[in-house]
């Protein structure tokens, strides 16, 4: 990556911002990649995304402010992981994944110790139902309760809005995933245009 970041003029030229972009769609290629694609598709979109990581570190190198490089982010990495698994390097026990969702959270809390709200740290570019997912999770954790809309004819956006939230709220409570949900079911959608563009 330094070799590149050096000697390619394109790449001499971009910065942070410039690489969200690829970032979105490199890592929406690694998600199709789990849902549809091969182990080699799997491979060579990890690959990418790491990619994306290593130029955002060589980037980062060059920061005349405050800079790092992908040793730091990695050093970093592995400190986090350390401490948010006391129950493998430590002494702490956790026999259940919601015991161990116990320590994660707790040293997550003890790390960002400056935010003074459940939804700080959750991005609004998220896609919208995923984000309406974790949104209703955190209001859980303070007892805020998603609308109690009925799936009926909704006659205003704001009304969609509730049904929408109202929807989300159940597939929390089921355990599923609302974003792969209806990634999966326009998928199959998909297909069947194209099917009958078949025909």
């Not at 809390?109 to 999770?137: I, N, Y």
């Not at 709220?169 to 999966?184: P, S």
């Amino acid at each position: 990556m330094h070799a590149v970041r050096e000697r390619c003029v394109w790449t001499q030229r971009i910065d942070h911002r410039d690489l969200v972009p690829y970032l979105v769609e490199e890592s929406a290629e690694v998600i199709d990649a789990v849902e549809t694609g091969t182990r080699a598709d799997l491979r060579e979109e990890l690959g990418d995304l790491l990619w994306q990581v290593l130029f955002h570190a060589e980037i980062a190198a060059g920061s005349a402010d405050d800079p790092f490089d992908i040793d730091d982010v990695a050093r970093g990495l592995t400190e986090k992981m350390v401490r948010r698994h006391p129950h493998v390097f430590g002494d702490a026990v956790a026999s259940t994944p919601e015991e161990v969702l116990v320590h994660w959270n707790a040293a997550k809390a003890a790390e960002k110790r400056e935010r003074t709200s459940v939804l700080d740290g959750v991005s609004d570019h998220m896609p919208s139902l995923a984000l309406a997912q974790k949104v209703v999770g955190k209001a859980a954790q303070v007892g805020v309760a998603a609308p109690t809309h009925r799936l009926a004819e909704p006659t205003s956006e704001d009304e969609l809005g509730d049904a929408l939230l109202w929807l989300v709220q159940r597939a929390r409570q089921q355990g599923w995933d609302a974003e792969r949900a209806l990634r999966e079911r326009l998928r199959a959608l998909r297909e069947e245009v194209r099917a009958a563009e078949q025909t």
